[in-house]
């Protein structure tokens, strides 16, 4: 059974289907597109025996994980928050929105368990979904090259850069892009 399962989550015409419909149900409902789409990771995960390396998760070599780390989050603050992100708002006339966490302002407990919160939930649960089912099943469907992972990256931010719609049009491309 749980081959079966694998196999139908891995069909091109399902992860497609995923992409579209989580994408949809995100933009039109917020949390339960994203709940589907990490649903549906977390089925994966099991019917692939709960292989962490399927979703491209290994034992680290930390010293070098950590400095690409650090690499990348300091090239990703110069280039999107320092230089796409005011050239979006300048350009699309209008700033990212961020009235949706007005009710944090002036609240540090709030602030405090909602950061908690979505560490766990968004930084690892949309990472789960967009990074490691999303990402690495395109690229494996197509053909797992070096152009494959390109594609798939890029196609896996769209999706993942429309449901920040809420953060208006310089939220999408600037969370897209990141």
Not at 156 to 170: D, E, K, T
Request: aromatic share 16%; hydrophobic share 55%.
């Amino acid at each position: 059974f749980r081959t079966r399962v694998g196999r139908l989550l891995m069909s091109k015409p399902f992860i497609i289907s995923t992409i579209i419909a989580t994408t949809a149900l995100m933009v039109l409902t917020g949390g339960l597109g994203y709940l589907v789409g990490l649903l549906i990771a977390l089925i994966t995960f099991w019917s692939g025996r709960w292989n962490w390396s399927y979703f491209g998760i290994s034992r680290p070599d930390w010293g070098s994980s950590l400095t690409k780390a650090l690499v990348y989050t300091l090239v990703c603050i110069l280039l999107i928050d320092v230089m796409l992100t005011p050239m979006v708002e300048h350009y699309a006339k209008t700033p990212h929105d961020l009235s949706s966490f007005e009710f944090l302002k002036g609240h540090f407990w709030k602030l405090a368990v909602y950061m908690v919160f979505m560490w766990i939930i968004a930084g690892f649960g949309e990472e789960f979904f967009y990074r490691g089912y999303l990402m690495k099943r395109l690229a494996v469907l197509f053909g797992n090259s070096d152009n494959a992972w390109i594609l798939a990256v890029v196609l896996s931010a769209i999706p993942f850069g429309l449901v920040h719609f809420y953060q208006g049009i310089s939220g999408i491309i600037t969370t897209g892009a990141v």
